[in-house]
């Protein structure tokens, strides 16, 4: 635990810094999100509300660790390691409570934690030899999926009318087929670094 927490510097970071906090923080409103969505029971009551909200401020504090780690020069393993389980545990306990709801088909969220914790379980069979940080269309992925999922657990439409939860389902259309593209290019990725150190 000792080292930088939040001053910029060139000395070690602290496993618990600022922005790895954050991360953390964002693990712990996935619970709660996930109880308030589920305890609405698709009734798109005020409970239904606040869950929306909650993984809206949830998924904008991986920005803010992000930015936090970079700026402040607070990049861990450990924080490299943290942060796709968070983004993980709160996407797919989304993903996982919509199907429950009804409201998104099984077959998208088990083909996505499909990929998703088996890479996530690879990252860990091999972080004693190397960590192996998230490919950049990871990162889009992660986006596409937030904004899909958002756009489906606010009920927009029931306001301004259905093409709000089309325009949901296609961006979640979008979001599955770079979940996969991404998985590819993660193994491509590593085969390489692989290729570099032999």
């Not at 305890?39 to 009551?45: K, N, V, W």
């Not at 306001?159 to 949901?168: A, E, K, M, S």
Request: net charge positive.
């Amino acid at each position: 635990m000792r080292g930088r927490v939040a001053r910029n510097g060139d000395t070690p970071a602290s496993t618990g810094n600022v922005a790895n906090i954050v991360t953390v923080v964002r693990i712990f409103m996935a619970p709660v999100f996930i109880w308030l969505l589920l305890a609405d029971r698709g009734e798109l009551g005020p409970l239904r509300w606040v869950a929306a909200v909650i993984f809206v401020v949830a998924i904008v504090t991986d920005t803010v660790d992000g930015i936090l780690a970079r700026r402040q020069n607070l990049v861990t393993d450990f924080g490299k390691i943290l942060d796709p389980i968070a983004d993980k545990v709160l996407t797919g306990g989304a993903l996982v409570a919509l199907s429950i709801l009804g409201e998104l088909w099984w077959w998208v969220t088990i083909v996505i934690l499909i990929r998703e914790f088996g890479i996530t379980i690879f990252r860990f069979a091999v972080i004693r030899t190397r960590v192996i940080p998230a490919v950049a269309s990871g990162k889009l992925k992660t986006v596409l999926q937030a904004v899909g999922i958002s756009l489906l657990l606010f009920p927009f439409w029931t306001i301004v009318g259905v093409w709000v939860l089309w325009l949901g389902w296609i961006v979640m259309a979008l979001a599955l087929a770079l979940t996969v593209i991404s998985g590819v290019d993660f193994f491509v990725k590593y085969r390489q670094q692989n290729r570099q150190k032999a």
